[in-house]
């Protein structure tokens, strides 16, 4: 899931949040707006059990994301925008600002 907010200087906060996720480890947000790397935003542990991180994005942009758990498990936003196949014949998770 996502939420969205306009900044006073008119770039948009986005949150991006898993779905509650108890056996998880570790969580990081991957996606188009860091090179795929995976290391670069681990997401925060929240108390209900979900993850969560955010980042500020320019408007009218689109990035492709997705969320890799324990360093070995690719998932998807149940909640995403849209979505576009990838070249691993899945699909990553698309957020518009």
């Known amino acids: 899931m996502i939420k969205k907010?306009?900044?006073?200087?008119?770039n948009i906060l986005v949150c991006f949040y898993t779905e509650a996720m108890p056996e998880a480890e570790t969580v990081h947000l991957v996606g188009s707006f860091d090179a795929w790397d995976t290391n670069a935003h681990p997401m925060q542990r929240l108390k209900d059990g979900r993850f969560m991180a955010r980042r500020i994005f320019e408007?009218?942009?689109?990035?492709?994301?997705?969320?890799?758990?324990?360093?070995?498990m690719?998932?998807?936003?149940?909640?995403?925008?849209?979505?576009?196949?990838?070249?691993?014949?899945s699909d990553n998770c698309i957020v518009n600002t």
């Open 59 to 72: 408007p009218g942009v689109s990035h492709e994301y997705r969320y890799l758990v324990n360093g070995e």
């Open 74 to 89: 690719w998932i998807n936003d149940a909640e995403a925008e849209q979505y576009a196949p990838n070249i691993h014949g």
């Open 5 to 10: 907010t306009l900044r006073k200087d008119g």
